[in-house]
Nanobody, 128 residues
């Protein structure tokens, strides 16, 4: 059983930077594809970014491409989401997710069903 714990959320001004982290335990972290999703108030959960188990391949939602960067440290068992130039519309609870299921291409990376494990989320609020 993999346990995921997000941290680093908080209040940030639009245009500043913020990094959120997700620490994993209970599994072989380096074998899991890791992703970030988010859910804004009153909206459905949506895909943000995904990184392959080795870190070689990443996918991003169009809404964050060029502003957010997903990375991982397989020694520290942690995945990160660096948020540069955040906008008020980035305000949401950010969740990390993990899967070892075969899943290639953007369509699979961005879907919910491949992910077996989810964290409890961390709230990011971007003020204008």
């Amino acid at each position: 059983q993999v346990r995921l714990v997000e941290s680093g959320g908080g209040l940030v001004q639009a245009g500043d930077s913020l990094s959120v982290s997700c620490a994993a335990s209970g599994g072989t972290f380096g074998t899991y594809k890791m992703a970030w999703f988010r859910q804004a108030p009153g909206k459905e959960r949506e895909f943000v970014a995904r990184i392959s188990s080795s870190g070689a391949t990443t996918y991003y939602a169009d809404s964050v491409k060029g502003r957010f960067t997903i990375s991982r440290d397989n020694v520290k068992n942690t995945v990160y989401l660096q948020m540069n130039s955040p906008k008020p519309e980035d305000t949401a609870i950010y969740y990390c997710a993990a899967t070892r299921n075969y899943c290639s291409g953007y369509g699979c990376a961005a879907a919910f069903h491949p992910y077996n494990y989810w964290g409890q989320g961390t709230l990011v609020t971007v003020s204008s």
